[in-house]
């Protein structure tokens, strides 16, 4: 009898490992489980992560929902568990100084707070209730506070003492067309509101119309939110709270004036954050940013650190002497990128600012302690700063040196590292890449030999997945463009494939191998039976500032060279039917996809995402707005006909390739109103064209939208093109 089971066991092992690898499906967009939000333990013996999933909604059949929840490793394989569950994700989690508490963030109510876990076991506590809200934790050195930031609305900020001491307007003119002075907001409970009556009455009746919703009142220039119009300013402040159940939160900022990227100082007196370099300055005007010293004592009493006029100063990092700090600085205006700076930081005094040579944008910098060494009869403690930055198609953590300022690249081009965290000669990191969408590894200093710790896309492993074959082309003004082609996943010897040109947005994005945002769509467009071919024309991010100025003046025509000269030279393979080539983009590749078709006949189909079609309407309507004075400049200056020369608009009466347009009805990053001018012009011209909204969306869809939206964008793009190069065109009853 064991004789047969121990039989029967290996024939079905043998079968299920016989099993051939499944393709990539539209609904695995929901299995896919992103790490992020990495700590080291201070000892760095442990470490936190955040895991993002998709889960089904219990109470919505074909819904889900986003989730986040906090788990913990000790840096073994497989020795990962959830600290966090439920039905309310938990976020932003932070290792108290001695590494044995954890602060992190949850929703009560609708807004975030502050709940402190033991890592002995037991439930977490709530230590913040606060009304506004509380993110964004902040240990102090000594374990006994924490900082955090809190949202405050216009009308919040008129009614509360401690952050608007008097109660005061805001010294920065609210610019309200008649009035010399803020005065106005302060409006008199006692007036009577009346339609009918005097002055006084008729504008207490307009203002409850506001506070009743009935009307929105506009004053501000940046009065376009990410999903709706937001007449009203919010402010971020920072506050500090005492480690202790019922401990009442003060606030370390004042003022009509927002402060983020708060960092102790290691003697705990206080902590540098970034906040508008000119307080007097309406905000949304005001580009220019600082980094200022913040007391713990409360009195609000601000130093400025690092500031400068057209310069913005941002993301302070303290090293963990406190004798050093790295930051990030830009330009203010125009377009460019920014660099790491470093400065002798004496107290709350910084000198010998020097800015390091390194033509990427770096991002999440990191300091590290490295081993000690020994000079002499003296023991040496070095420092380093890890950091990362999107490059030649991947996003590699590097390692700077502060003493040499030599900077050293890490992992390579092919993956990309999403999160990390160091102690020590420990390096914790998330990273993308073609085999999986997602995973945790450790490594050490160096980063050659990596280990991975999670096994939560393992599934992959199961499906066929398609490799990206890199290429380069030397583009009409000598820059080395980048570009990728990804065979269908089941090639069969002799036949012929459609090619989908794939293009990305920003136009300062980038994408590579090692593109999370991208794995699922591009990996199930070659499931379903296209070549994919996506490049990083003149003006992507990753290639330097020389390349990513090179589309001034020019989102049209030498960014249009690039991409085709990619699709060109993947046509030339022999899988590719070059009779059915098809194109997509969104944002401002839903731009170039216009412009292209506007300007080329090859493709039989083409699907336009919320993009951008007329320069001077974008202008008014999109949140994105100053890409136009960055980029071109202003429609009454007197270089405005290159808006018109550069807009896909002006050229809607040569589109002739049938379009998809698609946009979200809540988009107002780009705003919906120009995909309906393309819509409509071509529908005059009787041209095929067709037009989806999505309802409620915002410009954020395609990453972390609805997910049934999302499926649906992604189906809709498969479908359209089945229509005109699929192996039946056109024809409405195929499979």
Known sequence: MQLKFLLLFAITAQTVCAQPKSKITVTDLTRIKQVGGIELAPDGQRAIYTLNTIEAN?????????????????????????????????????????????????????????????????????????????????????????????SITMAQMLTDSLVNPGKNGPLWSLEKPGFTTNNFIKSDKKIKANPDGSLAEIRAYLDKDVEDKKAKVINRLNFQGESTTEPDMTFTHLYSVDVNEGATPKPLTRGFTSFQAGNWLPNGQGLLAVTDRDSLKHPDREQDNAIVFIPADGSGIQKTILAEAGKSYRSPEISPDGKQLAFLVAPSEGVNFAQIGLATLMGTTVSGVEIVTFDRAAGNLTWATMPATTKGKKTITGYAVYFTASANGGTPLYKLDPTTRQVTQLTDFTMGVTSFDVVGNRVVFAKTEVAN?????????????????????????????????????????????????MKPTAVTAGRK??????????????????????????????SQGYGVVYANPRGSGGYGLNFQRANIKDWGTGPTEDVLAAVTD?????????????????SY?????????????????????????????????????????????????????????????TFVQNIRTPLLIKHGENDLRTGPIQSEMMYKSLKILGRPVEYVRMPGATHELSRSGNVRQRIDRLLRIYEFFERYVGTNPQSLTQK
């Open 437 to 485: 969408p997602s995973e945790l590894y450790v490594t050490d200093a160096t980063a050659k030999t990596q280990t991975k710790l999670s096994s939560h896309n393992d599934w992959v492993a199961q499906r066929q997945l398609s490799v990206p074959e890199k290429r380069t082309y030397k583009n009409s003004i000598g820059e080395t463009i980048d570009y990728w082609i």
């Open 589 to 649: 590749a839903g731009y170039l996809t216009a412009w292209i078709v506007g300007h080329d006949n090859r493709f039989k189909a083409a699907f336009a995402q919320r993009g951008v079609y007329d320069l001077t309407t974008f202008l008014g309507e999109g949140n994105a707005w100053r890409l136009i004075p960055n980029y071109f400049d202003y429609p009454w200056s007197a270089d405005a006909k290159v808006l018109d020369a550069n807009s896909p608009y």
């Open 58 to 150: 219990p109470d919505q059949k074909e819904e889900y929902e986003y989730k986040t929840h906090i788990y913990l490793t000790g840096l073994k394989v497989g020795d990962n568990k959830a600290l966090t569950r439920g039905s309310e994700s938990a976020r932003q989690a932070v290792w108290s100084p001695d590494g044995q508490r954890i602060a992190f963030v949850r929703s009560v109510k609708g807004k975030g707070q502050i709940f402190i876990m033991s890592m002995d076991g037991g439930e977490a506590w709530q230590l913040t209730t606060g009304s506004y809200g509380a993110s964004t934790p902040l240990w102090s050195p000594d374990g006994k506070r924490i900082a955090f930031t809190s």
């Open 570 to 586: 993947a046509a030339k393979e022999n899988w590719v039917d070059t009779s059915r080539q098809v194109i997509t983009g969104g």
């Open 497 to 526: 494939y459609p090619l989908l040109l794939n293009m990305h947005g920003g136009p300062t994005a980038m994408w590579g191998p090692g593109e999370q945002s991208m794995w699922h769509e591009f990996q199930y467009m070659c």
